[in-house]
């Protein structure tokens, strides 16, 4: 089992839908929680940093952790073809001694047609 | 803001050279600084973190004499490819963070080419 799984997609939705992207995760010790956006042949950009459980919201974003189900997501309202992209999950726990090292989901390839 | 850029984006040479990627940190100092690579459709694969000062920490199963990683300052790591091969192909991504209870901000990539 991997430690963190995230169905690849591909997620196909019309302008203006609510998207809702998800991740499992199998390690009870992971306590930061980060959403991040890649466009092709671009690094990734942070979109939502959580730590522990609870919710976060940002602008359309809204980043959910759920730790009791070992589970999260990232909700985009209003979504815009500019939204189109791979979205990855990543996690790490407070360990120190591994530098904090994250663990990615596969991502979800999101395309938002207009 | 915690931009990292990344140079060049977009590199294409012989069999045999030696490429060398600079990551930097451009407004914020950063204690470590990763390196991945990452294969088409593919999520990133770490390759190495190092922090400021100390030599870098390599990840099973990645050459630390192919790939040589310096961090000579808080706001520059270096990655160079030795004598890159066509199978050295792929994209190369650099992240920096600030401290260890902070995320991760990545540059725009590496596309290396090997012909």
């Known amino acids: 089992q991997k430690e963190v799984e995230q169905d690849p997609g591909p997620l196909s939705v019309p302008e203006g839908a609510i998207v809702s992207l998800n991740c499992t995760y199998s390690n009870s010790a992971f306590q930061y929680f980060m959403w991040y956006r890649q466009y092709s042949r671009k690094g990734p950009e942070l979109l939502m940093y959580t730590y522990s459980s609870g919710n976060k919201e940002d602008g359309r974003f809204t980043a959910q952790v759920d730790k009791s189900s070992k589970y999260i997501s990232l909700f985009i309202r209003d979504s815009q073809p500019s939204d189109s992209a791979t979205y990855l999950c990543a996690m790490s726990d407070s360990r120190a001694g591994n530098n904090r090292k994250l663990i990615w989901g596969l991502g979800t390839s999101l395309a938002v047609n207009p | 803001g915690a931009v990292v850029s990344q140079h060049p984006s977009r590199v294409i040479c012989k069999s045999g050279t030696s490429v060398k990627i600079e990551c930097r940190s451009l407004d914020f100092q950063a204690t470590t600084m990763f390196w991945y690579r990452q294969f088409p459709k593919k999520s990133l694969m770490l390759m190495a973190t190092s922090n400021e000062g100390s030599k870098a920490t390599y990840e099973q199963g990645v050459e630390k004499d192919k790939f040589l990683i310096n961090h000579a300052s808080l706001t520059l790591s270096t990655l160079t490819v030795t004598s890159a091969h066509p199978e050295d192909s792929s994209f190369y991504i650099c992240?920096?963070?600030?401290?260890?209870?902070?995320?991760?901000?990545f540059g725009d990539g590496t596309r290396l080419s090997i012909l």
């Open positions: 992240s920096a963070r600030r401290r260890f209870d902070q995320p991760q901000h």
